[in-house]
């Protein structure tokens, strides 16, 4: 049994009492406290109502065991540190032993952390620089070549007991891993993730990266540096590889915003001449290695810049009389169509739970009846209740959200101003694309699909005000009438 569980075979170990494990108790207590918990074995034991699994039980487990462990002692202090943690992790209080660059520990409250005005600088100048459409090599480059510190040594420089995970040389500088580092780290929205690591209990020493879903992340834990749209768009550009142009440090306008519309693999710019004359387009490449599309897509880039141009401004323009129309609505108006349509889908998705409820219930008679086999009742209930479950989750967020709205009473649109803060736009540049475009597809006909970003909310700002305008018309044919 024990090899298979090395092996990996088996993950769980089901005995009917304790004293099937071993006979000699502290052998046993051996596997159950540190081998099981250290290979990540669940270990059940019916008789005595035990499972590993079920944290409340963690202790009941030992109880057999207790008067023969004489490190008792030593447990419940290390059980009651990592509890102390876990409620100041919950609390978002800030408990490992060094601030993160950009932040500082609050002198007043060591476990808050406040912005470090100075680092918090860089941090958004990092931000913008990868918005701009530099690399991560070029923005280290840039950092080191005026003199800016690196996380560590400005660490060392204050003082900090900051150990640093890459000393190669005595003077670290910036590279692309520590900036990568500092665009990928959501501590610069205000939270606080931690506890990614945890032992298994005090006896194991080894770390063991956690579930992600199982990671204490408080918003709002402390003051944000970068906006979550900002942080949005520099994790997509993060995700696409993107050119940069030759003897520049930053990469074209468009770079990394073309997929082909049929296979939707990315398209990549290509240069020719013709009659001493250079021409760059775009290719599928998914043609271009063989697999996925039987043609290349080939577009031209002038002609390509022209026409997303051409349609930013035209996007530019309907949010620009969204705006108008808002302004002449006014929010109030919104806010009610908003809290009504939640009602609606509120509605909706509460008729829809009991309609599975029902189902669920009539699965059972079924099963009485003998038109389905027990094996059959067990999978279809298990489908019904996972359903119900995520329509409870959705209406609970909806309720959530309607109280957000009515709370707050007033309507965020910040989304709004970025398009239209570039009203004037002469010219595609890579900051502009990145904050207003998602991406852009090309299909075989040469026809081609931009996505804005924000789509979700165009949309529904477009519905709200459609709506508003059709309640305005009902009023007016009200008071005609
Ligand atoms: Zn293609």
């Known amino acids: 049994m024990l090899q298979e569980l090395k092996e990996g075979r088996a993950n769980c170990v089901i005995v009917k009492d304790l004293s099937r494990l071993g006979r000699d108790y502290i052998e046993t207590g051996k596997y159950i406290e540190k081998v099981f918990p ?20 963690a202790d009941e487990i030992i109880i057999p065991f207790k008067n023969l462990i004489n490190d008792s002692y030593c447990r419940e202090l290390s059980n009651k540190l990592r509890n102390q943690f876990r409620i100041q992790r919950q609390n978002g209080e800030f408990i490992a032993n060094f601030a993160f660059y950009g932040y500082m520990r609050s002198p007043e409250d060591k476990h808050q952390l406040i912005i470090d005005e100075a680092a918090a600088e860089i941090v958004k100048l990092i931000f913008a620089k990868k918005i701009e459409g530099y690399s991560l090599d070029k923005i280290a480059m840039y950092l080191n070549q005026y003199g800016v510190p690196s996380p560590c040594e400005y660490k060392k420089k204050n003082g900090s007991n900051y150990v640093c995970a890459f000393k190669e040389r005595s003077q670290s500088l910036w590279g692309a891993a520590s900036v990568r580092r500092i665009l990928t780290n959501r501590i610069y929205l205000g939270y606080l993730e931690q506890g990614k690591m945890s032992s298994p209990n005090y006896k194991i020493k080894k770390l063991k990266a956690k579930d992600e879903e199982d990671w204490v ?12 749209d900002c942080f949005q768009v520099v994790q997509k550009l993060l995700s696409r590889d993107t050119q940069t142009v030759p003897g520049r440090d930053t990469v074209y306008p468009l770079s990394g915003m073309f997929f082909c519309g049929d296979c939707h693999e990315s398209m990549t710019r290509y240069k020719s001449k013709r009659r001493d ?5 775009y290719i599928c490449s998914g043609n271009k290695h063989k697999r996925g599309c039987a043609s290349n897509h080939s577009i031209d880039v002038d002609k390509m810049h022209e026409k997303v141009l051409n349609a930013i401004k035209l996007q530019i323009s309907m949010v620009v009389e969204m705006e108008e129309l808002r302004k002449m609505y006014g929010n109030q108006a919104i806010i009610n169509i908003k809290v009504k349509r939640i009602d609606e889908l509120l509605e909706q998705n509460r ?3 009991n309609k599975q409820q029902e189902f669920r219930m009539k699965l059972y008679e079924n099963k009485v009846d003998g038109i389905i086999t027990h094996e059959e009742y ?15 989750k959705i209406i609970s967020e909806l309720e959530q959200e309607r109280t957000e709205i009515l709370d707050s009473s007033e309507l965020n649109c910040s989304w709004m101003q ?16 990145v904050t207003l475009i998602d991406k852009i597809e090309i299909f075989e006909d040469k026809s081609i699909e931009i996505t804005f970003n924000f789509k979700d909310e165009f ?8 709506k508003a305008s059709e309640d305005q018309e009902r009023a007016k044919e009200v008071r005609h009438a």
């Open 378 to 392: 067990l999978s279809m209930k298990q489908r019904y209740t996972d359903k119900i479950a995520s329509l409870q």
């Open 217 to 228: 992340i408080v918003k709002d834990a402390h003051e944000a540096i970068i906006t979550e």
């Open 351 to 353: 008729i829809e739970v």
């Open 277 to 281: 004359k250079y021409f760059q387009y």
């Open 459 to 466: 949309l529904l700002m477009r519905e709200y005000l459609l």
């Open 38 to 57: 250290s290979m990540g074995v669940r270990f059940i034991a019916i008789n005595d109502h035990v499972d590993s699994l079920r944290k409340d039980q």
């Open 418 to 433: 970025k398009f239209i803060e570039n009203r004037n736009v002469t010219e595609l540049d890579r900051q502009l694309v």
